[in-house]
């Protein structure tokens, strides 16, 4: 490293600041100086004092809202104002200003700084304005800018036939964070775009989703390349290596991607489709990104599945093409119900819910089993759906035959047994003697 610049930049500041401080003109520079600041102060207080007693008589005006909200930075925006009235009179009366000149910069970095931090909210550009543009500011302020980044350009190291330094890689740093956030705001814009054309189907959006997140993503990788001063032709060293990291330990990461395509291409699952895998988990297809796909179950939970599952193993897609869903319910009556009308009586109570539908079929209730308590019927009925959730219709539909039953007198059963003693004992029934019991 060639410290030389530096040394000799920073032994002329010392003597320049040396013949400076202790003149006549040094000092007249630093009472100039002190006299905008305290003027700006006192200009400050006035105008505060004047905003507290009329501020409430003149609320209504359109200029209030921004001078209330430019009241906390009135000092220093007042002293940067008669600064650059000092300088510019000390520059038309040929006397050095070296000292208001430094003073400005200060004032105006200071400035800067706290506008940023009283107006800007959102944190990526406020990081990025204290810590990226506000030094860039004071070394060209300073003039210091230019020999900053020589110096930073000196510095570097070389990887095979690529050359990089220092500066290459603090703007490859700045550059990609603003490219990316960019791109992350152009990407959420872009695709709610696409998703509100309601003239192309589910799928053929989400298929132009994923391809303008590709191409906008790819772009900005280029961009990026380009705007560090990487030559494209050098980064064919790295191929070979690179094709051997996506075999290796990119493998899954192309799979789950090249997956999510493939998804979108056979239309085999879209967004709002209720999905069931094979081991059991559950829930409404809400996104699909790059390399996972996002299942959100009825009781709020969010489960992240790799694309690639969706490939190579089975899963229920329940409302693929057609959200109609057949369910079944079962229900016991005692044998001694009349059991041929109890059919038509559970029936049109059934038919009677809003969310039971009368096609692709009826609702049929039938007898699927003579049980040791009772008799055994089956309800199957068909509802625009997955019977869960917001949409749940079983439970509405039990209390139906519940309370249908119950209006018509027809008993459900409980489980019955009959307890027969063998051993005759003292205290005890007689051999052969039946006890009858329930329970």
């Known amino acids: 490293m060639d410290f030389e610049p530096i040394v000799a930049w920073w032994q002329h500041f010392l003597s320049v600041a040396g013949q400076e401080v202790g003149g006549v003109n040094f000092y007249l520079q630093i009472a100039a100086v002190l006299a905008a600041v305290t003027l700006a102060w006192f200009g400050t207080m006035r105008l505060r004092t004047w905003l507290a007693g009329a501020g409430a008589a003149v609320s209504t005006k359109w200029w209030m809202p921004p001078l209330l909200a430019l009241s906390s930075v009135v000092w220093p925006l007042l002293s940067l104002l008669l600064l650059g009235v000092v300088q510019s009179v000390f520059r038309d009366s040929g006397i050095d200003f070296g000292v208001i000149k430094v003073s400005f910069s200060l004032v105006l970095i200071a400035t800067l700084y706290l506008l940023i931090h009283r107006f800007v909210n959102h944190l990526f550009v406020g990081t990025l304005l204290k810590w990226?543009?506000?030094?860039m500011a004071g070394l060209y302020l300073f003039g210091w800018l230019e020999p900053t980044v020589a110096y930073l350009?000196?510095?570097g190291f070389a990887i095979g036939g690529l050359n990089l330094s220092v500066y290459a890689l603090l703007r490859l740093l700045v550059f990609g964070s603003i490219l990316f956030w960019l791109g992350r705001i152009s990407n959420q814009y872009g695709q709610q775009l696409i998703r509100s054309k309601q003239t192309l189907d589910v799928?053929?959006?989400?298929?132009?989703?994923?391809?303008?997140?590709?191409?906008?993503?790819?772009?900005?990788?280029?961009?990026?390349?380009?705007?560090?001063?990487?030559?494209?032709?050098?980064?064919?060293?790295?191929?070979?290596?690179?094709?051997?990291?996506?075999?290796?330990?990119?493998?899954?990461?192309?799979s789950n991607f090249i997956s999510g395509l493939i998804?979108?291409?056979?239309?085999s699952m879209a967004i709002g489709n209720y999905i069931e895998l094979e081991d059991g988990k559950s829930g409404i297809l809400k996104k699909m990104g790059m390399r996972s796909s996002t299942l959100q179950t009825y009781d709020g939970k969010v489960i992240?599945?790799?694309?690639?599952?969706?490939?190579?193993?089975?899963?229920?897609?329940?409302?693929?093409?057609?959200?109609?869903?057949?369910?079944?319910?079962?229900?016991?009556?005692?044998y001694d119900s009349d059991i041929p009308a109890i059919p038509e009586l559970i029936l049109n109570a059934v038919k009677q819910h809003p969310q039971v539908l009368l096609e692709p079929e009826l609702p049929d209730c039938e007898i699927i089993e003579f049980a040791d308590s009772g008799v055994v019927f089956q309800l199957e009925y068909w509802i625009e759906g997955i019977d869960d959730g917001k949409n749940r219709v079983?439970?509405?539909?039990?209390?139906?035959?519940?309370?249908?039953?119950?209006?018509?007198?027809?008993?459900?059963?409980?489980?019955?047994?009959?307890?027969r003693i063998l051993n005759r004992s003292v205290d005890k029934a007689p051999v052969g003697e039946t006890i009858g019991s329930q329970s």
């Open 304 to 334: 992240v599945v790799p694309n690639e599952r969706f490939i190579t193993t089975a899963f229920t897609n329940w409302t693929h093409e057609d959200p109609r869903q057949r369910y079944t319910l079962t229900f016991s009556v005692a």
């Open 203 to 254: 799928r053929t959006r989400e298929v132009f989703a994923k391809l303008f997140e590709i191409g906008l993503y790819f772009t900005i990788f280029l961009l990026l390349l380009n705007a560090v001063g990487i030559n494209l032709t050098a980064l064919a060293v790295f191929g070979g290596a690179l094709g051997v990291g996506i075999g290796f330990g990119l493998q899954q990461i192309a």
């Open 263 to 267: 998804i979108l291409m056979d239309k």
């Open 394 to 419: 079983g439970s509405d539909l039990l209390m139906i035959i519940w309370k249908t039953l119950k209006d018509n007198h027809i008993a459900i059963p409980f489980p019955q047994r009959e307890v």
């Open 153 to 155: 350009q000196g510095i």
């Open 132 to 135: 990226v543009a506000l030094p």
